[in-house]
């Protein structure tokens, strides 16, 4: 085809004119086939339809658009042509002989940029036999980047093991297809995006030989391969602040070694990802975050991940900025992480049904992953791309790797990107995840044990970051969103899990090992032994201490005696000389493995340290107790009441619940009793049916009381719990209650189990922490995302303008807000749906109850994830109450203070030291600030201190040490590079920190 005359735009309206005069012209609006028909007397041939495609080809004078013309022949075969009139241009297509009966060709017609009116005339001879006008719109240009990758499951499709050997022997292909294609052009050379940075770890662990290093960071540097951000893809919800920037850790330390760039996160099969990380990630200079979610996990939910109209439809990919609770933002691109195929007709189709569905671009990105999780690169890509090339002008296929294809579309389109602030809350893993709730309980406390060891272990001034960074590789793979395989039952299920499991018990192990409490440099004036107690956080606090002997440490050991706990004993305050009260209680192995050793300790002291200085020790000392330990003159506990500074409490026998607490200094009764359960309540629902079954008890029992605490325990049971404790301890220095369970869950498959918090917060608002942020429900979310459950850190907050409740799950993570939820997890996990699952998401000003339910454990599977978990674990909440709102009361520093408890270890005095009796290692001086971490610096020039804001307000905080010199400070990215200087002065360094933000500094 090609143009065969111009005429002037005179004349091309006048031929317009008779058109429409003569063949009642009727050009359609739609750009299609439709169209109007004019003809000849008894046509042997019509034009059934001319449809426009998304093809264009090059031709001598431009770019041509591909029709395919429909054409029905009721005579004999016949050559035949048709010619395209529009304006003063003419194009002829020669559709060759026609054959009886109907038959289909394909013409190229020049490109219009506009709408325009085109008449066909399709001629055999000098014969019209058919005419039609259309209305011809400028078709899209497309440009389709495709992205390779292979998304990294660490399991589900073989053993873990198994996995980080299939990544890094991919390594080796991936190299080859680069250096193949390296000379072909730009647009079909091979390219890989390297998912998740575990793999490239894996292969780096292999030893590859130098040369193979150098020509992958040539391949990186070039452009062929990319490296991304996060080290897995991750359940986000489960990390602590410092958890989620070390995610980042390992992809930054390659980049610093070889000089590469990373500007892209890339996030896949997770539906939800949590606020802090678009900080974070902004922080670090990621500029893009990828995000791969397969929109039929929400097929037939009226629950889906977010509301389409207000964020994006999950029909098609699509784009906005993402702003992160310190006002920082990445680029966020939805995947809709579907299986694709370059065939002509199915990429067709597949464009064309986004532009129905409403994209609005003509750039997009295809991301091809092969026939499963954790596929081998394929050549075909780049094959595919580079044949295609050669045939269309457009669509253009163009190989990728995402964040080439994310800076490309940012640049032409970012500007009209809208932007959104908010967290999205997993529906579907973190639920998941609590189907171990022993192992998901060890991973939490392990991220809260790492924070502390890596303080103490700077204070102690050693410089070695090698532990840490172990313990922290093997969290991040305990908290990956892998837990078994694709069936999730049978051996493969089983063994897929203990080896997921080992990377729980290996980081609970490694940050044990590297916690190294600096003893050693306090010096005891006075001869016997003495309890040296270090507070992890950065503010002076008070809190529950328990220790029993470590053996295994000699210092401890050497205060034998006084740990067999044969003689009483008072505990002196080595700096004021007063005697504090202590307790010794009982252990089961339950509460400390040790128990469990033939010879181990059966007993613990106990007792309450108070004001303990910020980020720093206090000495206690151990002497013959003289008279009977007392319990304080305010105290009255009897076998169902208690009565203290703080409460009042009492259990109800006939409704077997506690069914009064009362908060003294408030004034007010802390229960619902109106609430739909009681106190404390566990309940079993049957994922199948909904039905919710609660637990039947015995009695209440008051089984220890002294001067430190009473505790008060039952027994019962209920499906699936055969075994089940509740024990809820009153300190009396104190104002924390602290609510525990210990439960034995047997093979009943297909339970959820909650426990009850009914509290009693007229127009209640709830806060809570959640990774890198502060968040309160539904205000601080993508509109229309889950509201069924949220992942909380070390605190969750309900409180009106006068007073609050904090409530503080030590080991479950997952929390429901307001009322106990029919759930929400997606088609793509969940087995069972009872009636009322997958109900529209609550809208802002819907939650008014100010009830609390803990998620501790959910079985219902068709996954990846365990439906039976024979097992026995244990369950911890403390809770505690404040006047006015959460902000003011800083209800935050209770859950800080009960999830990182004091540590404490045994020393026997006299001994010399650096170090008085109690001082403290660092310093901050605003209240509003928490120290997370104090660490030598990667790359060894000096150290690391990070911080973050957690009310709120901008602030100009000073940090100073005296566990080690500094004269010079710098700010740096949370990956430890380099950025500003800051000034110091007497020892102090100044920074000021973003409301909810993070500063890193670095001091020489
Ligand atoms: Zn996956």
């Excluded at 022949?73 to 297509?93: D, F, H, P």
């Excluded at 054959?99 to 013409?107: E, F, L, N, P, Y």
């Excluded at 060891?453 to 970051?465: D, H, I, P, W």
């Excluded at 990182?900 to 109690?918: E, H, N, S, Y």
Aim: aromatic share 10%; charged share 25%; proline share 6%.
């Amino acid at each position: 085809m090609k143009a065969l005359k111009r005429m002037s735009e005179f004349a091309a309206a006048l031929v317009l004119l008779l058109l429409s005069l003569t063949f009642r012209l009727r050009a359609e609006d739609t750009g299609g086939s439709v169209s109007q028909a004019a003809t000849d007397k008894k046509p042997a041939i019509t034009l059934d339809s001319i449809t426009p495609t998304l093809f264009f080809t090059h031709g001598p004078e431009g770019l041509r658009q591909v029709y395919d013309v429909t054409v029905r022949n009721v005579g004999s075969a016949k050559t035949a042509k048709l010619v395209a009139r529009w304006q003063s241009e003419e194009a002829l297509c020669d559709l060759g002989t026609i054959a009886a009966g109907v038959s289909k060709h394909r013409v190229c017609i020049p490109d219009v940029r506009r709408n325009t009116a085109t008449e066909f005339v399709l001629q055999s001879g000098n014969r019209v036999h058919d005419r039609r006008t259309i209305n011809r719109r400028p078709a899209r240009h497309w440009v389709v980047h495709l992205v390779h990758l292979s998304h990294h499951d660490v399991g589900y499709t073989h053993l873990p093991d198994d996995v980080l050997r299939l990544h890094a022997s991919f390594f080796d292909s991936i190299l080859e297809n680069c250096e193949k294609t390296k000379d072909w052009p730009e647009e079909a050379r091979f390219r890989w995006t390297v998912e998740e940075f575990f793999s490239l770890d894996a292969f780096l662990r292999t030893d590859p030989p130098a040369e193979k290093v150098e020509q992958l960071v040539r391949y990186i540097k070039g452009g062929q391969i990319e490296v991304t951000a996060l080290f897995g893809n991750e359940i986000l919800e489960y990390c602590s602040h410092e958890e989620l920037v070390r995610l980042m850790y390992p992809s930054f330390a390659f980049k610093r070694r070889h000089g590469i760039e990373i500007t892209t996160a890339v996030h896949n099969d997770i539906p939800g990802c949590t606020w802090g990380l678009a900080s974070m990630l902004a922080g670090a200079g990621v500029k893009h975050l990828a995000v791969g979610i397969p929109a039929w996990y929400f097929r037939g939910s009226e629950a889906t991940l977010w509301d389409q109209e207000e964020c994006l439809s999950l029909k098609t990919p699509g784009g906005f900025w993402w702003e992160g609770p310190d006002g920082r933002r990445v680029f966020f691109w939805y995947n809709p992480w579907e299986p694709y195929r370059l065939a002509e007709s199915s990429l067709s189709k597949r464009l064309s049904q986004w532009e129905k569905d409403g994209y609005p671009f003509d750039l997009v990105c295809l991301m091809i992953r092969g026939r499963t999780d954790n596929s081998p690169p394929s050549m075909a890509i780049a094959e595919a791309a580079k044949a295609w090339n050669a045939k269309w002008a457009y669509p253009r296929l163009v190989t990728a790797t995402q964040g080439q294809f994310l800076a490309a579309f940012e640049e032409k389109f970012g500007e009209r990107l809208k932007t959104l602030r908010g967290d999205l809350p997993g529906t579907d893993y973190p639920v998941c995840g609590t189907c171990t709730p022993r192992e998901t309980a060890l991973a939490r406390r392990t991220t809260n044990l790492l924070l502390s060891a890596e303080k103490l272990r700077t204070a102690s001034g050693n410089v070695s970051t090698e532990p840490l960074s172990e313990a922290y590789r093997q969290l991040l793979f305990a908290d990956e969103h892998c837990w078994g395989g694709t069936r999730p039952v049978g051996h493969w299920q089983e063994l897929m899990w203990n080896q997921k499991r080992a990377y729980t018990y290996r980081a609970a192990l490694a940050a044990e090992k590297a916690l190294e409490l600096p003893v050693g440099a306090v010096a005891l004036a006075e001869d016997g032994p003495h309890v040296v107690v270090f507070n992890p956080l950065s503010w002076q606090r008070s809190g529950v201490v328990q220790r029993t002997v470590a053996a295994s440490i000699p210092h401890e050991e050497a205060c034998r005696e006084v740990l067999d706990f044969q003689r009483p004993f008072d505990l002196l305050d080595v700096t004021t000389g007063q005697p504090v009260p202590c307790q010794c209680t009982g252990l089961s192995y339950f509460d400390e493995p040790e128990v469990a050793r033939p010879g181990g300790p059966t007993q613990a002291l106990i007792f309450a340290a108070e004001d303990l200085p910020a980020d720093g020790y206090k000495t206690y000392r151990v002497v013959p107790r003289r008279s009977p330990a007392r319990i304080p003159a305010n105290v009255r506990v009897a076998a169902r009441q208690l009565e203290n500074r703080f409460w009042r409490a009492e259990f109800d026998r006939e409704s077997g619940v506690w069914g009064r607490l009362f908060d003294k200094s408030l004034r007010r009764e802390l229960i619902d009793r109106e609430a739909p359960h009681g106190f404390g309540e566990v309940i079993v629902r049957q994922s199948r049916t909904g039905k919710e079954h609660l637990a039947e008890w015995n009695d209440v029992e008051l089984v220890e009381s002294g001067p430190v605490f009473a505790k008060y325990r039952r027994r019962g049971h209920v499906l699936g719990l055969p075994g089940l404790w509740q024990e809820i301890v009153f300190y009396h220095a104190l104002k924390r209650i602290d609510v525990n369970y210990r439960m034995v869950r047997d093979a009943t498959p297909g339970v959820e189990v909650y426990v009850a918090f009914p509290l009693a917060v007229e127009e209640p608002r709830f806060r809570f922490e959640g990774p890198g942020s502060v968040i309160e429900p539904l205000v601080d979310q993508l509109p229309g995302s889950c509201t069924d459950y949220y992942g909380v850190g070390h605190w969750a907050d309900v409180h009106n303008d006068r007073f609050g409740v904090v409530f503080s799950p030590h080991d479950a993570p997952m929390v429901e807000l307001g009322g106990l939820f029919p759930g929400a997890v997606s088609q793509a996990h969940h087995g069972w749906m009872y009636p009322g699952y997958g109900h529209p998401f609550l809208k802002v000003g819907e939650l008014k109850r100010s009830h609390i339910y803990s998620l501790i454990s959910y079985s219902n599977f068709t996954t990846n994830f365990l439906n039976v978990q024979p097992n026995e674990f244990c369950v911890r909440y403390s809770l505690g109450t404040h006047e006015g709102d959460w902000r003011k009361a800083q209800a935050w520093r209770f859950g800080w203070g009960a999830m990182q408890p004091p540590l404490a270890t045994f020393v026997k005095g006299p001994k010399r030291g650096r170090l008085g009796a109690t001082g403290s290692f660092y310093r901050l001086d605003q209240p509003n600030v928490i120290l997370l971490t104090v660490k030598p610096a990667e790359d060894g020039r000096g150290h690391i201190a990070r911080m973050f804001e957690t009310e709120g307000r901008r602030t100009e905080v000073g940090f100073s040490t005296l566990a080690f010199d500094f004269r010079k400070a710098r700010q740096t990215s949370p990956v430890e590079e380099d950025g500003r200087p800051l000034p110091v002065a007497d020892g102090a360094v100044r920074v000021t920190i973003e409301p909810y933000g993070m500063a890193t500094i670095r001091l020489q």
